[in-house]
């Protein structure tokens, strides 16, 4: 009978063992991938604007079917709801308003006046540390796209 009660002791002390050690990455927050930059934290809503998104990111918006090519500023605040589109050459200044986000993608809502265009804007975070801006009009297929940097 003791044999039997220290079998079934052992069996489950494995048991448990085996569920902490599968369930200890997910209950510390690691997908699996490592300490890199993107995790599972990534991936749960934000709404506010994440830290590793604020500063001020510059690039070149790009619409290869038309051949256009503008300087493009952003600038963003960590903890803030909204930021700031500069156009430069157009001489357009917009507001962006967060609509929904995650720790790696931000999706906005673009108010600029005329000659420039309000619209959608993504934000992704990529791997080098740089952003992604992907900028389209609802209902068309124009859509200009820029790869910011910090600076």
Known sequence: MVGVG????IGVLV?????????WPQLRGD??????????????????IPDAFAGTWKGTAVNSQRGETFPL????????????????REGCTGTLNLTKGTG???????????PCTS??????????????YDWSKPGTALAYRAGLTKG
């Open 104 to 114: 790696s993608e931000l999706q906005l809502a673009l108010s600029v006046s005329r």
């Open 15 to 23: 048991g448990v063992a085996i569920i902490a050690l599968v369930l």
């Open 31 to 48: 997908d699996g991938g490592g300490s890199g930059q993107h995790g599972a934290t990534d991936k749960k809503p934000v709404s506010t």
């Open 6 to 9: 220290v079998s079934l002791a």
């Open 73 to 88: 500023q952003v600038t963003l605040q960590a903890g803030a709801k909204t930021g700031t589109a500069v156009y430069p």
């Open 119 to 132: 619209g959608d804007v993504k934000i992704s975070r990529q791997p080098d540390g740089s952003l992604k």
